[in-house]
T-cell receptor, first 110, second 117 residues
Framework: DAKTTQPTSMDCAEGRAANLPCNHS???????VYWYRQIHSQGPQYIIH???NNETNEMASLIITEDRKSSTLILPHATLRDTAVYYC???????????FGGGTRLMVKP | ETGVTQSPTHLIKTRGQQVTLRCSSQ?????VSWYQQALGQGPQFIFQ???????GRGNFPPRFSGLQFPNYSSELNVNALELDDSALYLC????????????????FGPGTRLTVT
């Protein structure tokens, strides 16, 4: 599975959009981009995933560049409850596991 | 729809002992994966079970073993506990697995925090 690179930490003001970047320059054609988050002392929570096209659900939007080498997770109106570690994961059909890196620690501030 | 549940919530064991952790998968899910998360790190894949068979394993020694039952619930067993086994153990369930040819999401339980002294 392709390796991902994320900033270690980010801050965001409450009510503003949080844009979390992820680089995955070695991604191959059949690999999906997944985003999970982990709020302190809880299990990881699935947010969204995509292959080529941009995706949106009730939690977030996922923007994948045309060359698929990077993506951005957008939380449109961040709240204090969105404070968590956000993991960007790239996984293909051959692998069964999710390979978690260090993630981005997002701090939403009042 | 019932989410993923794990038991116990917390557990304290002594080095050398054996431990069994339990996981009930989300309704309708036939695949269970186990992860170990040390303090301050991301979860690390231990193994996955699909329809009662081991379906992939991470870099963990044989003293980490598992089972999946006909109702798709699962157990993680760890023998000869070591101090470094102290961690949060996470179970995740999903419908299908990567080889099914499409993207899929895993749903995690709250975890079992194991402390080995």
């Amino acid at each position: 599975d392709a390796k991902t690179t994320q900033p270690t930490s980010m801050d965001c003001a409450e009510g503003r959009a949080a844009n979390l970047p992820c680089n995955h320059s070695t991604i191959s054609g059949n690999e999906y981009v997944y985003w999970y988050r982990q709020i302190h002392s809880q299990g990881p929570q699935y947010i969204i995933h995509g292959l080529k096209n941009n995706e949106t659900n009730e939690m977030a939007s996922l923007i994948i560049t045309e060359d698929r080498k990077s993506s951005t997770l957008i939380l449109p109106h961040a709240t204090l409850r969105d404070t968590a570690v956000y993991y960007c994961i790239v996984r293909g059909n051959a692998g069964n596991m999710l390979t978690f890196g260090g993630g981005t620690r997002l701090m939403v501030k009042p | 729809e019932t989410g993923v549940t794990q038991s116990p919530t917390h557990l304290i064991k002594t080095r050398g002992q054996q431990v069994t952790l339990r996981c009930s998968s989300q309704s309708g899910h036939n695949t269970v994966s186990w992860y170990q998360q040390a303090l301050g790190q991301g979860p690390q894949f231990i193994f996955q079970y699909y329809r009662e068979e081991e379906n992939g394993r991470g870099n963990f020694p044989p003293r980490f073993s598992g089972l999946q039952f006909p109702n798709y619930s699962s157990e993680l067993n760890v023998n000869a506990l070591e101090l470094d086994d102290s961690a949060l153990y996470l179970c995740a369930s999903s419908l299908g697995w990567a080889g099914s040819g499409r993207g899929y999401e895993q749903y995690f339980g709250p975890g079992t925090r194991l402390t080995v002294t």
